[in-house]
């Protein structure tokens, strides 16, 4: 499906897709889902 093919680009390319203007733009529940959809794949471990 092409949202989770986004989803994983995002994902393998956090650092450009975060620092980017369109990023910057996205309405707060859009964030909100893309936040923790990224915490759930284990985009923020530490």
């Known amino acids: 499906e092409l949202e989770e093919f986004c ?3 995002a994902l393998n390319h956090m ?3 975060t620092q980017s203007a ?6 707060e529940a859009t964030l909100k ?10 985009a ?3």
């Open 15 to 17: 650092t450009a897709v």
């Open 7 to 9: 989803f994983k680009f």
């Open 33 to 42: 889902t893309f936040i923790t959809k990224a915490a759930q794949a284990g």
């Open 44 to 46: 923020f471990r530490t």
């Open 22 to 27: 369109h990023f910057a733009k996205l309405d």
